[in-house]
């Protein structure tokens, strides 16, 4: 007679749980919260806030920015960010003001103001003296200039002067009939903003 062979019970293995390590999970949570702020500093610089720095940038090398045109003003220009306009009566007309503050230490002003006829008999004197109140008004010193130049109907005149450490372009142009001032103010030394923006101008209307 056959009989079946005695089963020996299987012995159960042992499997052997940890938990993962103290340096491990912190590691992990580091690097979810580097993820997490640079996903939230992109949105915040890009839609939210965007920084001064990032919108001249982008104002300079991509030509990106807001344009004002107004015939009845007289000019146009892009600024490199939304802008502002003013209106004030003056005995020989209005004085219009057109200003962009795309964040601190920055800020793009365009002025036109109605002038005598006669205005170009005196250009040198009187764009001189525009100069020399534009940086009287700022508190700064002038570090450079042109001499006054007539170039066919418009007399033309550049300054920069400074403040500690900024700065202010400003380009000048008379007509027979007005004066516009370009200026730009910034945190430093660099001119490429003002050139960006003086590219821009342009005068409208009879000259």
Not at 114 to 120: I, N, Q, R
């Amino acid at each position: 007679m056959i009989s079946d062979a005695t089963e020996e019970p299987l012995e159960a293995i042992a499997v052997e749980t940890r938990g993962n390590s103290p340096v491990t999970t912190i590691v992990a949570w580091i690097g979810v919260a580097v993820v997490l702020f640079l996903v939230v500093g992109w949105i915040w610089t890009r839609w939210i806030n965007p920084s001064a720095g990032g919108t001249i940038d982008r104002y300079v090398h991509n030509n990106v920015g807001v344009v004002f045109e107004n015939p009845n003003d007289q000019f146009g220009i892009t600024m490199p960010s939304t802008w502002t306009r003013t209106a004030t009566a003056d005995p020989l007309g209005t004085v219009v003001m057109v200003t962009s503050a795309p964040g601190p230490g920055y800020s793009f002003t365009v002025t036109k103001t109605p002038e005598p006829v006669t205005a170009l008999d005196s250009y040198a004197s009187s764009l001189n003296q525009v100069a020399g109140q534009l940086a009287s008004q700022a508190g700064a010193e002038i570090v450079t200039q042109t001499t006054p130049a007539h170039l066919l109907d418009v007399a033309v005149k550049s300054v920069v002067y400074r403040k500690g450490s900024t700065y202010w372009r400003a380009g000048i142009e008379l007509l027979k009939d007005r004066l516009y001032t370009v200026v730009a103010k910034t945190p430093n030394n660099d001119d490429a903003p003002f050139k960006r923006l003086v590219a821009s101008f342009r005068i409208l209307g009879p000259r």
